[in-house]
């Protein structure tokens, strides 16, 4: 019989750990979100990503070629806004 209540007290030692643990990664994500701005992408940043788009999503030539004046169009207005 004594097993059966020790059971049924809680969480015990272990559970209450795990919970501390979920609260202390909550807390930080809470926290970074809260009281840091997410930087921008640098311009070469935004460049890689808008060709690998056009990596996956273009099959025909023309379609490549257009996605990728598209991403040098974004480049050259990234580069203008920052300086």
Do not use: H, N, W
């Amino acid at each position: 019989m004594p097993r059966s209540r020790a059971r049924q007290r809680g969480l015990g030692l272990f559970g209450a750990l795990i919970i501390v643990t979920v609260a202390i990664v909550a807390g930080y994500y809470v926290y970074q979100g809260t009281f840091f701005e997410p930087e921008e992408p640098s311009c070469d940043q935004i460049l890689k990503s808008c060709l690998r788009k056009c990596r996956r999503t273009s099959t025909e030539a023309s379609q490549s070629k257009a996605c990728q004046e598209e991403c040098a169009r974004k480049v050259a207005a990234c580069e203008q806004k920052s300086r």
